[in-house]
């Protein structure tokens, strides 16, 4: 008997399917073989032991089992804690691919099941909806016409997992996709089966925890690695499948234009990351570059295979003729290559086609562009249809490259540049001050600015005279938009937007344009100006976001901004922040916040006849704005739903989204599902305002009590491994603006301080304050609050994700952190009062939905937590105990104390599938 089948980890009786249940199981079997043979039978016996008294003490509520669990984790070995780290934390690697592979079995089951209803969540269910709403076909083109949907790649410090590890989990998922569809034959599953073995093998064996940070290089070539795979085969096949579904609906074929594309931060976003310096963005550029030309130079190896047509069986168009005879004169072909394809002008005209994109990868902007490239595709598809041939056209490999050339381009994905306004200020009045404009304009007032600023806006002359030298902060400024003009020059649509962070003034938009006149990137010609970006303001706290209305106004009204946003075709997108706004005001001011931002936002740029682009910070988590991305999208306000949408995608939400090709599918059709029907389903406050108003005050007073107590700190800092979060080796990006041993609440970035409360399973930011602030309306409103969740999105989605939240959190085991605080009476007492909110927003919550548990309307997910929580509460355990062994100096080898520790993160990180 194989040692796969002796061995199990449990999933029987967790309600969860068959084929999760058996992979699982299988999964956790080689794995138990692995510890049995790499460390011991008896650490085997630990970890067996160990996960049953944990899975005894939740079925049973007692907790003289959990404290059995932590007096024998007390007594281990250094050495024995990092075997059961790298056990538990490996079993969740493969939990969680197990449980992305059951996602993509589901869509498969259903497609078979439901072909013409379409599956839920899916583009083609959206299209029947309008259908069925009576949308006429030519509404349905217009509403395809107006998409812009782009998600857009960030370096944010959020994927706790190296590289390494990433690689193997999809190493694995393609092997066990093998193993399911591949109807191996009984040697071939055999060998199958140890092939998986073998990565369960490498994953135990393999460091969790990166030696050193990544630097920006590395995060940018991780993100390439997600744009050239799964995204680049997921947004032909999005296309493709709006074009299917208005086939089965409307019975026309009609010509979908590109409405979907990928941005990115990675290697643009210097604020806060003194790593991104313009030399790092001018070598993006150059990356992004590379990246993209070699994934055409496969592809297009590909298609040469197959087009493999002869003249003497088919009309050569004259246009194909002439383009070969002028490829002939400018591009030398190899002898072989002229000597094979003489008699087939397809792979003849191909292979001038990829000598070309050689020499462009190489750095040879003349020979080739993204527009003639473009061009010579369009002729072998128009010289294949005129010869009957349009099935191999539209159902073959040409199709989809002819979509990813318009989507990708030859710049893979744009890329945007962000930096705080504070570090404009300061350069601006280095500026006026070297060029004697100005002595102090930072002490300036707003009005005074804006005259100075508008008045060196419409002087041509620079203000800097030539040779002279300035400060590096000015220099590197100035540098950045050297690289943004260079760019644009040679290649204007690799250039995204550029995001001005905590945007409090007009003046911060301006400043930014004055800084592009500097190299000559802004002018004005008569009444014209000429500025070929897209400027745009960061609002992120919540006075940023209640003023947001106010500011936009004045920026609007002003002479010089109107002639910018005239020459940017009266196209503005406005950014919003879903982190700090969280950190400042607490989860429910938080988004209310942001809600009636968008309201005001949408209703300002409606005044002005200025056409919107949303653009939402959104973090992985509830807290930074994660969730249901699609219920995210129909919640917005009805006035912002004109099918234009940028968000985030972030850390290891990238990972998880876009790791597989099927996952990244289904991701990106529930996002296209939701934009198509959000005219249909989105609804506006309807007379519940006031109580949002009420709620979300209420709330963020009970929130502002916690975190501005004046033990609070304290008790964070010893309660919580941030610490140990800081020293993380996972990005670039520091976690905050001083040393994590001397900073403060309001220091810390809003990453590491979600980061921690998710590893000690309080998970705070993603719903304190619905005891004091749902409790006080209850009483009197409960009725009110029913009709408001049965038919209000945005106060459902709310509400759901924040039971989402507090049925993750592990209030049990969130007290036993309260044993490492400094002060324990102050820990019990902090701690409490976060129960007492848990509990009360609990008994409300559970009454508004009608629902006996939290989150109990979907399944699938409570029996996910209920799989993963005993195994869960061990990593707990052991790093609480590894904190402890830290604090009070109990280990001889430090370094390795530090290491585990670091792996402990990781660990509860894999558990949760979060981390800040």
């Known amino acids: 008997m194989s040692s796969w089948q002796e061995l199990r980890f449990e999933a029987q009786g967790t309600g969860i399917s068959v084929p999760l249940s058996e992979q699982i199981n299988l999964l956790g079997g080689m794995l138990g073989h692995v510890i049995q043979t790499q460390a011991s039978p008896e650490m085997l016996d630990m970890v067996e032991k160990l996960r049953h008294l944990a899975k005894q003490a939740i079925s049973e509520q007692d907790i003289v089992l959990r404290r059995e669990a932590i007096a024998q984790i007390k007594e281990l070995k250094l050495q024995d804690?990092?075997?059961?780290?790298?056990?538990?934390?490996?079993?969740?690697?493969?939990?969680?691919?197990?449980?992305?592979?059951?996602?993509?079995?589901?869509?498969?089951?259903?497609?078979?099941?439901?072909?013409?209803?379409?599956?839920?969540?899916s583009i083609d269910e959206a299209v029947g909806m309008l259908h069925r709403a009576?949308?006429?076909?030519?509404?349905?083109?217009?509403?395809?016409?107006?998409?812009?949907?782009?998600?857009?790649?960030?370096?944010?410090?959020?994927?706790?997992?190296?590289?390494?590890?990433?690689?193997k989990q999809e190493h694995l998922a393609s092997l066990i996709d093998k193993l399911r569809h591949s109807n191996p034959t009984p040697e071939e599953r055999n060998a199958l089966l140890y092939k998986i073995q073998n990565q369960v093998g490498l994953l135990v064996a393999s460091d969790k925890v990166r030696a050193s940070k990544p630097t920006v290089i590395d995060e940018v070539a991780n993100?390439?690695?997600?744009?050239?795979?799964?995204?680049?085969?997921?947004?032909?096949?999005?296309?493709?499948?709006?074009?299917n579904a208005i086939k089965h609906h409307y019975g026309e074929h009609v010509e979908v234009p590109i409405f979907l594309q990928f941005r990115s931060w990675i290697g643009g976003d210097r604020d806060g990351n003194p790593n991104v310096t313009s030399a790092i963005t001018r070598k993006t550029f150059s990356m992004h570059r590379r990246a993209v030309l070699s994934r055409y130079l496969n592809d297009v190896r590909e298609l040469r295979r197959d087009l493999s047509i002869s003249e003497l069986h088919l009309a050569v168009s004259d246009t194909l003729h002439e383009s070969i005879q002028i490829d002939e004169v400018e591009v030398t072909l190899a002898a072989h290559e002229n000597?094979?394809?003489?008699?087939?002008?397809?792979?003849?005209?191909?292979?001038?086609?990829?000598?070309r994109i050689e020499l462009a990868r190489d750095g040879d902007d003349i020979v080739y562009d993204s527009d003639r490239f473009l061009a010579d595709l369009k002729i072998l598809a128009d010289t294949l249809e005129e010869n009957g041939y349009e099935d191999l056209v539209v159902h073959g490999r040409l199709s989809k490259i002819l979509l990813q050339a318009q989507v990708f381009g030859f710049h893979m994905a744009a890329l945007d540049i962000r930096q705080h306004s504070r570090i404009h200020t300061h350069a601006v009045d280095t500026l006026f001050r070297v060029s004697r404009v100005c002595e102090n304009y930072s002490a300036m007032t707003e009005e005074a600015k804006l005259g100075l600023l508008s008045e060196e806006l419409s002087n041509p002359r620079p203000l800097l005279p030539r040779g002279i030298q300035v400060d590096e902060d000015l220099h590197e400024v100035l540098n950045t938009f050297v690289v943004i003009r260079d760019v644009i020059k040679s290649s204007p649509r690799a250039l995204g937007s550029y995001v001005v962070s905590m945007t409090h003034a007009v003046s911060h938009i301006l400043e930014v344009l004055l800084l592009a006149k500097e190299v000559g990137l802004w002018h004005t010609e008569g009444e014209d100006v000429y500025f070929p970006i897209?400027?745009?303001?960061?609002?992120?706290?919540?006075?940023?976001?209640?003023?947001?209305?106010?500011?936009?106004?004045?920026?609007?009204?002003?002479?010089?901004?109107?002639?910018?946003?005239?020459?940017?075709?009266?196209?503005?997108?406005?950014?919003?922040?879903?982190?700090?706004?969280?950190?400042?005001?607490g989860y429910w001011m938080a988004n209310w916040a942001l809600h009636k931002a968008q309201k005001s936002i949408g209703n300002i740029c409606k005044d002005f006849g200025v056409d919107l682009r949303l653009f939402h910070g959104r973090g992985g988590t509830v807290g930074r704005g994660g969730g249901r991305a699609g219920q995210a999208i129909i919640a917005m306000p009805r006035i912002i739903h004109n099918g234009r949408i940028r968000f985030t995608e972030q850390g290891e939400v990238i990972s998880f989204r876009y790791a597989l090709p099927a996952i990244a599918h289904r991701h990106l059709e529930q996002i296209v599902r939701a934009v198509l029907i959000a005219p249909l389903r989105a609804a506006d406050e309807a007379g519940n305002a006031e109580i949002m108003e009420r709620?979300?005050?209420?709330?963020?007073?009970?929130?502002?009590?916690?975190?501005?107590?004046?033990?609070?700190?304290?008790?964070?800092v010893s309660c919580t491994p941030i610490e140990q979060i800081s020293r993380l080796p996972i990005a670039s990006r520091p976690v905050s603006r001083g040393s994590v041993n001397m900073v403060d609440f309001d220091d810390l970035r809003a990453i590491p301080w979600g980061f921690a409360w998710t590893q000690t399973r309080y998970i705070v930011p993603g719903w304190y304050g619905a005891g004091d602030g749902l409790t006080a309306l209850v009483r009197d409103h409960a009725p009110i609050l029913k009709q408001m969740y049965e038919e209000w999105p945005f106060f459902q989605a709310v509400l759901d994700s924040a039971q989402l939240e507090m049925a993750r959190a592990r209030l049990d085991i969130a007290s036993e952190y309260v044993a490492l605080a400094a002060d324990p009476k102050v820990g019990k007492r902090i701690h409490d009062q976060i129960v007492e909110d848990f509990k009360k927003g609990e008994a409300v919550i559970l009454e508004i939905t009608g629902s006996e548990r939290l989150y109990g309307h979907v399944p699938v997910f409570r029996k996910s937590v209920e799989l993963r929580n005993p195994y869960s509460d061990i990593l707990n355990l052991l790093q609480i105990e590894l904190i402890r062994r830290s604090r009070n100096k109990l280990e001889a080898d430090e370094k390795r104390l530090a290491r585990a520790l670091l792996l402990s993160v990781n660990g509860v990180a894999a558990a949760m599938q979060s981390t800040g």
């Open 223 to 243: 993100g390439l690695h997600y744009l050239r795979n799964a995204i680049w085969e997921a947004i032909p096949r999005i296309h493709i499948d709006v074009t």
């Open 134 to 167: 009576n949308y006429p076909l030519e509404e349905v083109i217009k509403l395809v016409a107006r998409l812009d949907i782009q998600p857009t790649l960030t370096a944010h410090p959020t994927e706790a997992r190296r590289r390494t590890i990433l690689y």
């Open 534 to 585: 897209d400027v745009v303001p960061l609002f992120e706290t919540i006075e940023d976001l209640d003023l947001a209305g106010v500011l936009l106004t004045k920026l609007f009204e002003h002479p010089i901004y109107r002639q910018h946003l005239a020459h940017r075709d009266n196209m503005q997108e406005i950014m919003l922040g879903y982190s700090d706004s969280n950190k400042d005001g």
């Open 695 to 716: 709620l979300s005050a209420a709330s963020m007073k009970s929130y502002r009590e916690l975190i501005d107590d004046p033990d609070f700190w304290a008790w964070y």
């Open 339 to 355: 000597r094979l394809y003489i008699r087939e002008p397809f792979r003849r005209k191909l292979s001038f086609m990829m000598q």
């Open 81 to 121: 804690i990092e075997w059961l780290l790298r056990a538990f934390t490996t079993f969740f690697y493969l939990v969680n691919q197990s449980e992305q592979q059951e996602i993509i079995r589901i869509n498969r089951e259903r497609a078979r099941l439901l072909p013409e209803m379409g599956r839920a969540d």
